[in-house]
């Protein structure tokens, strides 16, 4: 199942899920901390920027925003005080890559949701960095059963095995 940090919650506490991955977990939640992911800047590849090392929200500011439709990511850019003038609001990552190399806009979005091939965009780390952590969330570890407790060891040793070079920087 795929759904949304609220939506994640709700099938956390209703028992429709008895472990899930998320990155803004309710605080009655217990959690298990996989790894961070970092907030990238995505352009196109014939951008003037593009070969830039890290770029500040203000060099991007005047250019047409596309906003991921994921709450987490708009609570993230707000909490450190990004408040990008949204011109599009796409949930499609696909989509979105597409807007960007076509020159429709720009966008932030998270690393790990960046495919492991991306023709025509280039993404560049935010500066100053902006992060999210990936945890596995579950209703309480005591009483979870054993195949979910499996599924935990599992996650935690394939993200320890993980390659996280940066697809196009």
């Given at each position: ?160 095995g993980m390659d996280f070079t940066p697809t196009?920087?």
């Amino acid at each position: 199942m795929e759904g949304d940090s609220d939506e994640i919650s709700n099938w956390l506490h209703s028992s429709v899920v008895d472990i899930a991955f998320t990155v803004m977990p309710d605080k009655e939640m217990q959690t298990l901390p996989l790894l961070q992911d970092e907030m990238m800047v995505i352009l196109p590849d014939t951008h003037p920027l593009k070969d830039s090392q890290t770029l500040r929200f203000s060099e991007i500011a005047e250019r047409c925003f596309i906003m991921p439709k994921d709450g987490c990511i708009r609570k993230m850019l707000q909490e450190n005080h990004i408040t990008p003038t949204v011109t599009f609001e796409v949930r499609e990552v696909y989509t979105i890559l597409t807007m960007v190399q076509e020159y429709i806009g720009v966008t932030i979005m998270p690393e790990l949701y960046m495919p492991p091939v991306i023709p025509k965009v280039v993404a560049i780390p935010l500066s100053p960095p902006i992060t999210r952590e990936v945890v596995l969330a579950v209703r309480n570890w005591q009483s979870i059963s054993p195949l979910t407790a499996e599924f935990a060891v599992h996650s935690q040793q394939y993200v320890k095995g993980m390659d996280f070079t940066p697809t196009s920087k």
